[in-house]
């Protein structure tokens, strides 16, 4: 019985997608909804450039005041975007649970936060947008796959007309 749908979003094109997906999904099985999105860390490469040209305690204050800004600010382009899908009808914000907006590395951000809201299913896209080929799977989405306690599902990262023509088709509508 599916209960708790936890899906990850990466706000990419294909955020509206996923979103409805995940929507669709809640109302049949009466579910609830919950997104998460993961804020990943500054690498090597950025924490070396702060410290290179900012003093200690400014340099503490970026990695880490920082940090919680930048997690505030992505949450609430996450909010936006489910008010923008319930204003074209696309998510039923009833069904709703939560945000989570976390830092950390993505998979494992979303394996945690499967486990902590006791997740019945998790659903990502396929791949990011800027992975080559348009039907591998991505990294992340590899790797939630393969750690999951809970089964994936895993949502083609197609354009929208295709998603909308597939729907059709299942509904029985061609």
């Avoid at 749908?5 to 706000?11: G, N, V």
């Avoid at 690498?43 to 290179?52: F, K, M, Q, R």
């Avoid at 200690?56 to 382009?77: H, W």
Wanted: charged fraction near 20%.
């Amino acid at each position: 019985m599916i209960k708790t749908i936890l899906l990850a979003i990466d706000l990419t094109v294909f955020t509206s997608c996923l979103l409805q997906h995940g929507a669709e999904l809640a109302k049949k099985h009466d579910a609830k909804l919950v997104v998460v999105h993961a804020v990943e860390p500054l690498g090597v490469l950025g924490h070396a450039l702060i410290n290179a040209y900012v003093d200690p305690d400014a340099s503490r204050e970026i990695t880490t005041k920082g940090l919680d800004s930048m997690v505030r600010e992505v949450k609430a382009q996450v909010v936006d975007a489910l008010t923008d899908e319930f204003v074209e009808g696309g998510v039923d914000l009833l069904k709703l649970g939560e945000v989570i907006v976390k830092s950390g590395v993505p998979e494992d951000v979303i394996l945690e936060s499967a486990a902590d809201i006791k997740a019945d299913l998790v659903m990502l896209g396929s791949n990011s947008p800027d992975t080559e080929v348009p039907v591998s799977l991505g990294r992340v989405s590899q790797k939630v796959l393969s750690r999951s306690k809970v089964p994936v599902y895993i949502i083609p990262n197609l354009p929208m007309s295709w998603h909308q023509s597939e729907s059709q088709n299942q509904l029985g509508l061609w």
